[in-house]
C-alpha cells in the first residue's frame, strides 16, 4: 500500500547542485501539466477573443488596419484567411442564387434588393473567382467581403442605400487582389 501523498510532498523540490550552491528546482509532473495548460490557453486566447469581437475586428481590417498590429487581429485574420472565406465564397452564392428567384413568402431572412444584386451579378461573380482561388488574398479584402454581405443597412438589403454595390464589389475585388500575403492589408 502506497503512503498518502500530503501537499507538502506535491511541492517542488529543490536540490542542491553543486558547491558553488547553484540550486535546480525540480517540478512534479502535476505543477509541469498545470503549466502547459496555462501556456495552451494563453496561446489560445487571441483566437478566442478574435471570434467574440470578430465584427469589431472585421471592421478595422476592412478600414486598413494591418493584421500584424497585434496578435488579436493576427488572430481574427488568419480565420478570415481560412475558414471565413470558404463560407464567405458559399453565402455570396446563395446571395446569388436567390437574387435569380422569385421571393418566398414565408422567407425567415432579410429581403434583398434583387435588381441590384442581378444588375452586379458580373461583379458578384469576378470577386468570387478571386475569394474562391487558391492564391492569397489579402485579410482586408475578405473582412470587406464578409461586411458587404453583413450590413443590413448596405446595399444588398437596403433600398435607401446610398452605397454603388457595383462600386463596392469592385474594390472588394481590389482589395483583395492586393496583397499576395497575409501580412499586408
Not at 150 to 170: E, F, I, Q
Request: with cysteine.
Amino acid at each position: 500500500m502506497e503512503p498518502m501523498t500530503t501537499l507538502q510532498s506535491r511541492r517542488p523540490t529543490v536540490r542542491d547542485r553543486s558547491a558553488d550552491s547553484r540550486r535546480t528546482v525540480r517540478q512534479s509532473p502535476e505543477i509541469r501539466a498545470a503549466e502547459r495548460i496555462v501556456r495552451r490557453r494563453h496561446k489560445e486566447l487571441p483566437g478566442v477573443l478574435a471570434i467574440l469581437f470578430g465584427h469589431v475586428l472585421d471592421r478595422q481590417l476592412a478600414s486598413g488596419r494591418p493584421p500584424a498590429a497585434g496578435r488579436v487581429v493576427a488572430a481574427r485574420a488568419e480565420y478570415l484567411l481560412s475558414t471565413a472565406r470558404w463560407e464567405l465564397v458559399q453565402s455570396w452564392q446563395r446571395v446569388l442564387d436567390q437574387a435569380g428567384r422569385a421571393p418566398r413568402a414565408r422567407n425567415p431572412h432579410a429581403p434583398l434588393c434583387r435588381d441590384r444584386i442581378i444588375g452586379a451579378g458580373g461583379d458578384v461573380r469576378t470577386m468570387l473567382d478571386v475569394l474562391s482561388s487558391r492564391l492569397p488574398v489579402s485579410a482586408r479584402g475578405v473582412a470587406m467581403a464578409g461586411l458587404l454581405l453583413s450590413d443590413g443597412t448596405g446595399p444588398l438589403y437596403n433600398r435607401s442605400s446610398t452605397v454603388n454595390l457595383p462600386a463596392a464589389l469592385r474594390e472588394v475585388t481590389t482589395r483583395l487582389e492586393a496583397a499576395p500575403s497575409s501580412t499586408q492589408p
